[in-house]
């Protein structure tokens, strides 16, 4: 659905079915009047695109069925990136929804993290994304014409303690990936490479989020941890945000805007920063 900012209701579009073990939920992008969304699943799916105005759709791209795909679909160099265990890591046209390249058979069961460019502000493009049962690794697109041109292939891959729910973060020249039990990997962008590793000693689904050098960090149990990144981990702050009988869970990945933090806990929305 579609809505005003002061929440009217603009327009509806319906997706279709789902079957999963775990549920629906849609992660869309916005990206040049377009709501991009991923709706792989069980029984099949597709990656589609609607208008953000009208909610008309403008292209839809079947897919065969697989275990459930969660990510939110990363928008980069007027390509529509998603994964999941059926394509592996697929490239479609913005405008066309049209397959661009694939490189199948990355991922061996559901999808979670959402890709990422690690490179992300430097021009250039390093595509990392991973799965259940330990697999994360990044991939390097194909060269545009006249530069080579080539298959997308793998750059490198992450061992031990890779990321199932939460998606990693990049400054660009480091990623940092927080395991679902709380070992946060720092390595080396381009190459893998890893620089540290630290234990948080806390559980986490929702995703790391970089705000002004600092690595901030939502447990499951409703802490959130602070830490200053570098050439080491050093953990500056870890507040509890008190959760209540409404807020059982701490799962949702904060939202920045405006020099505030959003902070869902369960049913409790909480907003930091000046008022």
């Given at each position: ?25 849609i ?6 009047g ?25 292209w839809k ?7 459930v795909s969660?990510?939110?679909p990363l928008?980069?160099?007027?390509e ?8 592996g ?8 929804g049209?397959e661009?390249w ?41 060269q545009?014409?006249?530069e ?7 750059a490198?891959r ?5 990321p199932?729910?939460p ?6 020249t480091?990623v ?16 893998g ?19 002004d050098g ?7 149990e ?14 500056v ?14 799962d ?17 929305l909480?907003?930091?920063g000046?008022?």
């Amino acid at each position: 659905s579609g809505y005003t900012h002061d929440g009217g209701e603009l327009w509806q579009h319906e997706i279709g079915p789902f079957k999963g073990k775990h549920g629906a939920t849609i992660q869309p992008a916005i990206h040049s009047g377009k709501v991009l969304y991923v709706h792989l699943h069980q029984k099949g799916g597709h990656v589609g695109a609607v208008d953000s105005k009208t909610g008309k759709p403008l292209w839809k791209t079947d897919y065969p069925g697989d275990p459930v795909s969660y990510v939110t679909p990363l928008i980069v160099n007027e390509e529509v990136i998603a994964t999941s265990q059926s394509t592996g890591m697929i490239s479609l046209d913005l405008k066309t929804g049209k397959e661009k390249w694939a490189l199948p058979g990355l991922m061996k069961n559901r999808t979670i993290v959402s890709p990422i460019n690690v490179l992300a502000g430097s021009g250039e493009v390093l595509l990392a994304a991973g799965c259940k049962n330990g697999i994360y690794l990044a991939v390097k697109p194909p060269q545009a014409k006249g530069e080579g041109g080539g298959e997308p292939e793998v750059a490198w891959r992450m061992k031990g303690n890779t990321p199932y729910v939460p998606t990693p973060v990049s400054d660009g020249t480091a990623v940092y990936a927080l395991s679902d039990g709380g070992i946060l990997t720092a390595m080396k962008a381009r190459s893998g490479e890893k620089l540290w590793q630290e234990k948080l000693m806390a559980n986490f689904y929702a995703s790391p989020l970089i705000i002004d050098g600092k690595l901030y960090a939502l447990t499951r149990e409703g802490e959130m941890v602070v830490g200053e990144l570098g050439g080491k981990w050093k953990e500056v702050s870890r507040t509890s945000l008190e959760p209540g009988p409404e807020s059982k869970w701490a799962d949702a990945t904060p939202a920045v805007a405006h020099g505030r933090i959003y902070v869902r806990l369960g049913a409790r929305l909480d907003c930091f920063g000046k008022k």
